[in-house]
């Protein structure tokens, strides 16, 4: 194995937009188990502090504000959620398109598959495919596809992504 030339940078946190912010807090805490850092609260368009400053640079002006909150998962990777004036009271995802460029999906990990995909269910998400075994008769590491109530894709696995990827890694 090539020994990598860069040291390996660590996943801070994940952006998601979403129509209702207060749904979306009460989805992802409610049924993915992660937990409020900052509950949701609104960024206003201005130029005089240092958030307004920053937002301007990323969205560019005439956005007027948005509504923020912030998340963690239980090994304290962040998930931002966003909803904008424009997307209040929406339920378009972006259409699912895995073969252009631009961020797929994310996943996470729950040893429950099949309760975890239930729960997404039965809180208005759906199930895209059924959940299907990556080594059938090796390794009992399982994955499926889902999507949130708000059409955000995402995938769950039932063993971390070294255990599921190394070879050697899971005897038994």
């Known amino acids: 194995m090539k020994k990598p ?3 390996p940078r660590s996943f801070s946190h994940i952006g ?11 989805f992802y805490t409610g049924i993915m188990g992660w937990y409020v850092i900052m509950e949701p609260s609104t960024v206003e368009e201005e130029s005089e502090t240092a958030i307004g400053k920053m937002c301007i640079d990323v969205f560019g002006e005439g956005w007027e ?13 962040g998930i931002e959620l966003f909803s904008f004036k424009e ?4 339920k378009e995802a972006p259409d699912f398109q ?3 460029t631009g961020l797929f ?9 099949e309760g975890l995909v239930e729960k997404i269910k039965a809180a208005g998400g759906k199930q895209r495919m059924p959940i299907r075994e990556y080594y059938p008769d090796e390794k009992p590491f399982r994955m499926c596809y889902v999507e949130d109530p ?3 894709v995402f995938e769950v696995y039932s063993h971390s992504y070294e ?8 005897t038994g």
């Open 5 to 7: 030339s860069a040291y």
């Open 16 to 26: 998601l937009t979403v129509p209702d912010i207060q749904k979306a807090v009460d």
């Open 65 to 77: 504000s948005f509504q923020i909150a912030h998340l963690a998962t239980s090994d304290g990777i």
């Open 87 to 90: 997307s209040l009271g929406k």
């Open 98 to 100: 895995p073969f252009n």
């Open 105 to 113: 999906h994310f996943c996470v990990q729950d040893p429950d598959i």
């Open 150 to 152: 708000f059409g955000i």
């Open 163 to 170: 255990l599921t990827y190394s070879s050697g890694a899971y």
